[in-house]
């Protein structure tokens, strides 16, 4: 019976649209028919090829098979040719490969996740040792103290995922007992003839982090202790992710290009290994620029791949998006997942600014150098820097309550809450590359829902470390019902 289906699949569908370009689109199939990961793929093969008309077609046109949280691929096809696989009867949804861009010492403390406290979470937890979080992000830079794992025992027996060599990244050299996972996404962003992208020449094709990111993403979720650590001289102290003894598996999806972006195509790939590879935590600061998709638009791919991830046992945290302060402004608003905004922190560094006419400005900006005289400069926003401010005070005022931050209510409907929760995310201390301006030390601090996402993210894994068998909404329940 199903051969017949299949014939009459091949004569309704044969390949068409050949002399129209390609674009890779996503061809989304719900829940897997099999449990052997391998025939999930060779039935994506099977289909496309009635499509296309040959198995060698099939292959070169497919981009990613999705056969693991759920089942589904991302293909190179014609708006003619994705139009006419739409009407499979397997097919539920075909969409267009999308764009998203990242949301970008003392947050646990201030958190009271402290380690001083001996009755505390993070001790009952061991810290997160059993955990493991993974980031989908710009990469790593391995090298970074954040990623040192002395003093941590074996890998857990339950990881099934891999380090993958690549361009100034060696597994055997760059993965160990906290860094266990890296891999690398990027399909989607070359043409179908394979002979140039979008990424830039200055990228790493590896899981090494050029576009700075994902380091300081993963380490505030799961950083290893690093003491001495300041900003240029400020705010000196001990630097720790949420989850200090947490393994960190790194799925590198978004790539420096034009416009930074990351990939739905990508996105949902890193997902769906994340979840056969065995992570207990999926942490994700990328979103969607406004106006909001639902959770069930079919351009929202990326809730379709947290829902199953979900549904897996697997919680996963979303940065809320940097387009606040207004209203309606909060991202990744699917029910399932747990998104997170940005709050402050309860200090900041004030230098003094004194003006021509001897009044003294309380500027906020973390500089500790000898005093020195320059032009000043006043500028709207932030948005408005150019060169032309290069030798100069360059002043620009707040609004007290602004910051980037998406806020609430749901843009969908005011029946589901979002954001869930707030972290600190203003002026967070964590690590990055050395080849990022300012972060010749290794250490920078940064702003955003990009920041107290990883926040949170490390506070699960901990949860997760002292009840393992409880469900995705039960550790969410735990986060959002408690202010201790």
Not at 31 to 51: Q, R
Not at 164 to 180: A, R, T
Not at 275 to 295: F, H, K, M, N, Q
């Amino acid at each position: 019976m199903s051969v017949v289906v299949v014939l009459k699949v091949k004569l309704s569908i044969a390949e068409g649209g050949a002399c129209e370009e390609t674009k890779v689109h996503i061809v989304y199939l719900g829940e897997p028919e099999h449990n052997d990961p391998e025939l999930v793929t060779a039935s994506h093969l099977d289909m496309l090829e009635s499509l296309l008309g040959s198995k060698k077609d099939a292959s070169e046109s497919m981009v990613h098979s999705y056969r693991h949280a759920f089942s589904g691929f991302a293909v190179h096809l014609t708006d003619s040719q994705a139009e006419k696989i739409a009407e499979h009867p397997d097919v539920l949804e075909v969409m267009p490969n999308h764009l998203y861009e990242l949301q970008t010492t003392r947050t646990f403390d201030y958190l009271g996740v402290s380690q001083s406290n001996p009755k505390g979470l993070l001790h009952d937890a061991k810290m997160g040792e059993d955990t493991i979080i993974g980031v989908l992000d710009s990469g790593v830079w391995p090298e970074s103290e954040s990623f040192s794992d002395r003093g941590l025992g074996p890998i857990p027996a339950k990881w099934k995922g891999k380090c993958v060599d690549g361009q100034e990244f060696d597994s055997k050299k760059h993965c160990n007992k906290k860094l266990i996972g890296a891999r690398y996404y990027m399909g989607s962003l070359f043409p179908k003839n394979r002979k140039d992208s979008k990424i830039s020449k200055m990228e790493y094709m590896s899981v090494r982090e050029s576009l700075p990111h994902g380091t300081h993403v993963a380490s505030i979720a799961g950083g290893a202790f690093v003491p001495n650590v300041s900003n240029h001289g400020l705010g000196g102290g001990m630097v720790r992710g949420g989850a200090p003894k947490a393994r960190i598996a790194m799925y590198k999806v978004c790539w420096r290009s034009l416009d930074d972006s990351c990939a739905s195509a990508e996105v949902l790939k890193a997902m769906d290994d994340a979840v056969a590879d065995g992570v207990d935590v999926i942490s994700i600061s990328i979103g969607r620029p406004i106006p909001i998709l639902t959770e069930i638009n079919q351009n929202n791919m990326f809730s379709y791949g947290a829902f199953h991830a979900v549904s897996k046992g697997i919680p996963v945290i979303c940065a809320g998006g940097n387009y606040g302060p207004g209203d309606f402004t909060v991202q990744n608003i699917a029910p399932w997942i747990i998104t997170v905004a940005a709050t402050s922190l309860d200090r900041w560094f004030p230098t003094p600014l004194t003006l021509g006419n001897n009044v003294t400005l309380m500027g906020r900006v973390p500089f500790k150098g000898l005093e020195f005289q320059a032009d000043l400069m006043y500028i709207k926003n932030i948005d408005m820097v150019t060169s032309a401010i290069d030798g100069k005070v360059t002043l620009v005022f707040l609004q007290k309550d602004e910051d980037p931050s998406g806020r609430g209510p749901n843009s969908v409907t005011p029946y589901v809450l979002k954001p869930d929760i707030a972290a600190p995310g203003m002026g967070i201390l964590a690590a990055t590359t050395p080849l990022q301006e300012g972060g010749k030390s290794g250490f920078i601090s940064q702003t955003g829902t990009s920041m107290a996402a990883p926040a949170v993210s490390g506070l699960v894994a901990l949860l997760r470390a002292v009840h393992p068998d409880w469900s995705p909404a039960a550790l969410k329940s735990a986060l959002v019902t408690t202010g201790n």
